[in-house]
């Protein structure tokens, strides 16, 4: 089993639409969860972290984790064409390494 | 403020070249990372820095080198380079702690021939 595993995609989501991005780890001690959004030969941006079990909002975008599943997912809602990117989840192990997935590419379609 | 800067932006090597990848913050943050980045791959972390002086390695350091004698610059070193150390290199850092939001510079394309 992968550490961090995501579905690479493409995932494709009609605009106005709800993305729901998922991502899967093997640490069970794993302890802070983050959602990096990476366009196109640019550099990753942080969109959200999250550190605790449930839904954590901020704006239109959701985290929701639960430990016990070792899953946490990303809701993107009203999808925009500018939400078009690759999606990156981080986790942080136990032993405070910090492992990548290999990223979901978004494609919202006009 | 320019906040995290990396210099070059793309560099050709020939196998067993040796460079460094330079990268310098103005955020005055503790944390600062090396990461790669190959083709539709994630991120891998190769070293980093709690604090000047302070250095750890990552989950790929095999083939890298760095230092922190400051805390705004953090150099990457590629003593022999190697076709497999073809990628793009981001450079990251935090204010205080891994937990916290990183914030990377706009990379560095590299290509060993």
């Known amino acids: 089993q992968k550490e961090v595993e995501q579905n690479s995609g493409p995932l494709s989501v009609p605009e106005g639409a709800i993305a729901s991005l998922n991502c899967t780890y093997s640490d069970r001690g794993s302890q802070s969860f983050f959602w990096y959004r990476q366009y196109s030969g640019k550099s990753p941006e942080l969109i959200m972290s999250?550190?605790?079990?449930g839904d954590k909002e901020d704006g239109r975008f959701t985290a929701q984790l639960n430990k016990a599943s070792q899953y946490v997912s990303l809701l993107i809602r009203d999808s925009q064409p500018s939400d078009s990117a690759t999606y990156l989840c981080a986790v942080i192990r136990r032993d405070d390494k910090i492992i990548f997935g290999k990223g979901t590419r978004l494609h919202i379609l006009p | 403020n320019a906040g995290v800067t990396q210099t070059p932006k793309f560099r050709i090597l020939k196998i067993g070249q040796s460079m460094t990848l330079q990268c310098t913050q103005d955020?005055?943050?503790?944390?600062m990372y090396w990461y790669r980045q190959d083709p539709g791959m994630g991120l891998k972390l190769i070293y980093y820095s709690v604090g000047a002086g302070i250095t750890d390695k990552g989950e790929v350091p095999n083939g890298y080198n760095v230092s922190r004698s400051t805390t705004e610059d953090f150099p990457l070193r590629l003593e022999l380079a190697a076709p497999s150390q073809t990628s793009v290199y981001f450079c990251?850092?935090?204010?205080?702690?891994?937990?916290?939001?990183?914030?990377f510079g706009p990379g560095t394309r590299l290509l060993v021939l």
């Open positions: 955020m005055n943050h503790n944390y």
């Open positions: 990251a850092t935090s204010e205080a702690s891994l937990q916290e939001t990183q914030y």
């Open positions: 999250i550190y605790s079990n």
